[in-house]
C-alpha cells in the first residue's frame, strides 16, 4: 500500500530531481532510519546512487546499519509499522470528528424546529415562509366554495 506509492516517488520523481520529492525523501529516510522501500538496494535497482540520508550515523547504534554504512530496513515496511502502532490513534480521532459532525446537525435541527415552532401561524410572514418551505408545518385549510370557470366563461361553484 505505502511501498507503492513510495517506489513511484523514488524511481520517477527522485530521479527526475524534484526537490520536494528529494526533500521528503530523505526526511522520511533520516527519522524513520530506514532507506529505499525494502532496503538500501532499491537505490541500485532504480539505477540512482544511495542518498546520504540513507546513511548511519557513526554516533548511533550500529545494529541496524549494513556494513556498508547504510540502513538496512526499508522505509515501506517503517511506515506500515508506525501506522498500525498508531492506529488506533487515529481511528479516535476519526471517530471524536464524526461525534462533533453529528451533534452540529443535531443542535441545527433544534435550532430550526425551534425557529418554526416561534412563528404564529396568522402572520402573514409566517404564510410566506410556510409556503417556500416545504417541511414546515400549515394549518390545514378550510374549503371554500370558490367559483371555477368553464371554458364557456360560465362560473360554476364547486364544494
Not at 528529494?22 to 533520516?30: I, M, S, W
Request: aromatic content about 10%; proline content about 3%; charged content about 30%.
Amino acid at each position: 500500500m505505502f511501498s507503492d506509492e513510495l517506489s513511484k516517488i523514488i524511481k520517477e520523481k527522485y530521479k527526475e530531481n524534484d526537490i520536494a520529492a528529494q526533500k521528503g525523501v530523505d526526511l522520511l529516510q533520516e527519522k524513520l532510519k530506514c532507506c529505499g522501500i525494502d532496503s538500501y538496494m532499491d537505490w541500485f535497482d532504480s539505477g540512482q546512487m544511495i542518498p546520504d540520508s540513507c546513511s548511519c550515523n557513526t554516533t548511533e547504534d550500529k545494529s541496524g546499519c549494513s556494513d556498508r554504512g547504510f540502513y538496512l530496513n526499508g522505509c515501506g515496511k517503517e511506515i506500515e509499522e508506525d501506522v498500525l502502532t498508531n492506529i488506533f490513534i487515529l481511528a479516535g480521532i476519526g471517530v471524536g470528528i464524526s461525534f462533533i459532525e453529528i451533534l452540529g446537525m443535531l443542535f441545527s435541527v433544534v435550532l430550526c424546529c425551534a425557529i418554526f415552532k416561534s412563528y404564529d401561524p396568522e402572520d402573514e410572514e409566517y404564510r410566506y415562509m410556510a409556503a417556500i418551505r416545504p417541511f414546515a408545518r400549515r394549518k390545514p385549510e378550510q374549503k371554500q366554495s370558490t367559483p371555477h370557470e368553464t371554458s364557456f366563461g360560465i362560473g360554476i361553484f364547486r364544494d
